[in-house]
């Protein structure tokens, strides 16, 4: 079964400073790759995704995520943070093959002035 | 174009009552997704339809819940009888195949008091 660890349910940073959200998966075979974003009020929306290709993926709003097989790992990350970037974001795997997305916990970024 | 469309956004009801909740997804697409959001953990896979069938209900917490997709257009979820625990986000999501994006709504939450 895949599994999905986001480290951090809360992450704060201070305007203009690097965002590094972690996303560590655990899957038989490497798997497609997602992050979304959720803004107060708002549905989920897709910030970004690997399924094949390069492993330096970028998304909107200036982030972007890494394909690491060795390390497992999908971390997102920003060089500099903006405020309109407080949101709660997640990280999900899904198999080839299979439709379903298997989520992280979350992380609710809080962006300090 | 419209997105993905639920309603109601929010339902507080009693334990024991009934609630059906509502999704219109993208037009033209044949998968539809529901997922829910307990809260403090993962966003949880629920059911998968392809256009009025369903191709993988493996999420589905219980027998209390029943899904339809008439016609393949518009989804429901009811939940009959609601226990406390059934409390949460319930989110839906569409996508025109296999492979492409999960456009999702913005979530019904669901309170049982």
């Known amino acids: 079964a895949q599994s999905v660890t986001q480290l951090g349910s809360h992450v704060s940073v201070s305007e203009g400073a690097l965002v590094l959200l972690r996303c560590n998966y655990s899957?038989?075979?490497?798997?497609?790759l997602f992050w979304y974003v959720q803004y107060p009020n708002q549905g989920l929306q897709l910030l970004l995704k690997?399924?094949?290709?390069?492993?330096l993926v970028k998304g909107i709003n200036g982030f972007e995520a890494e394909f690491k097989k060795s390390e497992t790992s999908f971390h997102l990350t920003k060089p500099s943070a903006h405020m309109s970037d407080a949101a709660e974001y997640f990280c999900?795997?899904?198999?080839?093959?299979?439709?379903?997305?298997?989520f992280g916990t979350g992380t609710r970024l809080t962006i300090i002035p | 174009e419209a997105g993905v469309t639920q309603f109601p956004s929010h339902s507080v009801i009693e334990k024991g009552q009934t609630v059906t909740l509502r999704c219109d997804p993208i037009?033209?697409?044949?998968?539809l997704y529901w997922y829910r959001r307990v809260m403090g953990k993962e966003i949880k896979f629920l059911l998968h339809f392809v256009k009025e069938s369903k191709q993988d209900e493996s999420g589905m917490p219980n027998n209390r819940f029943l899904a339809e997709r008439t016609g393949g257009t518009y989804s429901t979820l009811k939940v009959q009888p609601a226990e406390l625990e059934d409390s949460g986000v319930y989110f839906c999501?569409?996508?025109?195949?296999?492979?492409?994006?999960?456009?999702f709504g913005q979530g019904t939450r669901l309170t049982v008091v």
């Open positions: 999900a795997v899904r198999r080839f093959g299979n439709e379903k997305l298997t």
């Open positions: 037009s033209g697409h044949d998968n």
């Open positions: 899957s038989s075979v490497p798997p497609y």
């Open positions: 999501a569409s996508s025109p195949g296999i492979v492409a994006e999960a456009f």
């Open positions: 690997y399924t094949t290709g390069a492993t």
